[in-house]
Nanobody, 115 residues
Framework: VQLQASGGGLVRPGGSLRLSCAAS????????MGWYRQYPGKERELVAR??????FYEESVKGRFTITKDGAQNAVSLQMNNLRLEDTAVYYC???????????WGQGTQVTVSS
């Protein structure tokens, strides 16, 4: 399984970015896809995930971030609006096989929110 993420960058507070991630080599059907982020020196934290029609958001991003999944393409996007300084982090997309809970990760993409 390979995941290719794109869309990070530099944006001012209040701005928007869209992260995209495309997965290939997936041979399992029951899965969830989503995004983690990691601050320097910290553990990765779950930002959002989607499985079927069910989505989960970390509390601080609710109402600002929207995750969408293209099931046919095994792709996931994260629309990030009203970005805050504290959203600055490296964002990683992932896919989890729900049958055995194994996770696969893409390369990180840097999101920097700065004035």
């Amino acid at each position: 399984v390979q995941l290719q993420a794109s869309g990070g960058g530099l944006v001012r507070p209040g701005g928007s970015l869209r992260l995209s991630c495309a997965a290939s080599g997936i041979t399992f059907s029951f899965l969830t896809m989503g995004w983690y982020r990691q601050y320097p020196g910290k553990e990765r934290e779950l930002v959002a995930r989607v499985s079927g029609s069910s989505a989960f958001y970390e509390e601080s991003v609710k109402g600002r971030f929207t995750i969408t999944k293209d099931g046919a393409q095994n792709a996931v996007s994260l629309q990030m609006n009203n970005l805050r300084l504290e959203d600055t982090a490296v964002y990683y997309c992932f896919v989890r096989n729900l049958m055995n809970q194994r996770e696969y990760w893409g390369q990180g993409t840097q999101v920097t929110v700065s004035s």
